[in-house]
């Protein structure tokens, strides 16, 4: 497994912007998909967005248009690029990878979006 780390979380207004970084120890190289979950207080996780190697990128619907993920291999690096934030917005973000079917997940970096 390669552990990803999250970073980039903090506090922001309504409509201000974060860039969520995550982190690969280890080469990025043979990750099939990479992407974000996040997981509001007293809710379920739910999917945010992904970034494959023949797909592209997908997003939930609730983050269409205002965020954005990307990946950079040669640092070993993923990121969300999240504008227009609103306060349902406020979560606990983790990223994962799949390498070979198996799925690693970060431990979470906190967002909070505030009025």
């Known amino acids: 497994q390669v552990q990803p780390v999250e970073s980039g979380g903090g506090l922001v207004q309504d409509g201000g912007s974060l860039r969520l970084s995550c982190v690969v120890s280890g080469s990025i190289f043979g990750i099939n ?19 494959t190697t023949n797909i592209g990128t997908i997003y939930a619907d609730s983050v269409q248009g205002r965020f954005t993920i990307s990946r950079d291999d040669a640092k070993n690096t993923m ?19 799949d390498r070979a079917g198996v799925r690693s997940w970060g431990k979470g970096t906190l967002v909070t979006v505030s009025l």
Do not use: H
């Open 79 to 97: 990121y969300l690029q999240m504008n227009s934030l609103k306060p349902e917005d406020t979560a606990v973000y983790y990223c994962y990878n």
């Open 33 to 51: 998909a990479m992407g974000w979950y996040r997981q509001a207080p007293g809710e379920q996780r739910e999917w945010v967005a992904t970034i």
